[in-house]
DNA sequence: GAAAATAATGAGTTTGAATCATATTAGGCT
DNA sequence: AGCCTAATATGATTCAAACTCATTATTTTC
């Protein structure tokens, strides 16, 4: 008659809860589906009741289910919380997080995870690193930037990658625009059009640093600073765009234009948080971090969270 | 940098809290010393900080440790009260706990143990069978009682024996009574004395049945009901009585009686709670088995808990 | 200072949580 | 219907880590 109940069980629950089935919860926390199917098998064998209504997608919750996730959801934040208080007694309060942004979509989701922060670490600095910068990893040897986004994680002596999440790059066409009419773009199909990016190098562009430039193409450019631009000239046949899926679901839903995945097996393209190497056991560093994917996951379509 | 804590860490730091030593909490945890050494050896690596400042007794918390305490004080209670929550979807709120007490000196801490139920089981319908009987047990099949008080787990077929606590009765004299010169008393010193006792059958007192009767001694008596009136019988030097330690601590600390052992390996004794069988895995009979535990480790001297 | 109590440590054992591989069940589709 | 696909359940196995045991080190007490 032990309470057989762990913090464990009630992540579990909670994940299950947020992502309405065990095969998605499990892959949130990095377990198998399996796994979760024995907790919970044991916990309700335990509480002598069901926990969720199966047979139904989403899961459901009956009552008890219900007072064990409010109980998560009470309970969790304040484990987080008295975590962060700890770490801010081993590491003092204060601190800066200027961060480094090389893609130019992360906005969207970077503003929402800075106001998760700022509530957090009241008394560590937060900025961003205004201007554009090629090599936002310098930033951070120059002391610029206390963390950096950036695609491509070159391993470079002095510097930690954290993953942030991975997703895949669509090519975007006007609706009515010819190639609509494949089920997936490949290099040459890109030969003859008008590409649309981002007033960026070309290394920092998923399409031609992987799948135009081994293949030798070369199309005709044209750059614009906001994604509304690259939609709008994509729309009115001005070009072919190349941009994360999870930026323009919300274009794609409302049929602005058309969108084909790259390649065969999909172009695929991941963040990751760049810090010192020295200072990646930075408790608020990594809180950051936390926050990030929590926020993604939560807010952004099809992606997937990348390490352990 | 997975956040390695779990409830297990949350109990074990406010027990050591509670208990002021690794050792008197691992007791209280049924765990050994070194398991809960290992255990905050563990945590403090995680969180790079130590959480109780040692070579100090009692183990003092550091502001960290603090921090955790704190977080054991307000989420170990929201866990109970949810797991009673599901006890309560399962069983349905309401049920009867009628008590029979054949215990004199019990209602010391059954009240505060009776108080603390109310609140936590508000539908229940809590009593005390008043009277005194000779067969408390008998009252569970009968019906006229839900939970038992007794000392004597006679195994009866129909009926669970829930641990309660052990204890050891002391023998209580006046300060100047010539037998107080003696380490511990033996059945032949009582021969000669005239013994005070509640007004119960022999089998119910331990002293007699434990060790008079077997010695064949059979001291003169003399009865009454209340605890502080065998104080005041046994200060005056009408007589000597036994009683249990935890029972009589008060009046010890201020010199009104001395006590000693009973025999040289001591008078042990517990307390148990007996219901019926079919019931004995009911929420509210276990939770007030736990609530008892609780008050009574908290509240009475020298008393340990038994059973798992 | 010696003895007793308490905590730390390291090796060894055991438990149980997770995985892997597979069976079962539900839901969608023609 | 009936098949196919996706999701969950199950049983056996693996493996990590929590605990115990035996011992040493440290601290408290008298």
New binding site residues.
Partial sequence: MQS?L?L?HLKTLAAIRDA?????A?ERL?????????????LEAHYGLPL?A????P?KLTPAGDKLVQLADAVLPMIANAEREVAKLREGEAGSLRIAVECHTCFDWLMPAMDTFRERWPEVELDIVSGFHADPVQLLFEDRADLAIVSVPEAETGIAHLPLFAYDMVALLARDHPLAAKAYLEAADFADETLITYPVPDDMLDLVRQVLRPAGINPKRRTTELTVAILQLVASRRGVAALPGWSVQHYLERDYVAARPITATGLRAELNAAVLQDRAGTAYLQDFVAIVREVCVAELPGIQLTGA
Wanted: aromatic letters at 8%.
């Fill in positions: 057989l762990e464990r309405g089935s065990l095969t998605r499990a990095f377990l198998t589906q399996s796994a979760l199917s024995h907790q919970l098998r044991q969720f199966r047979k139904t997608a899961l």
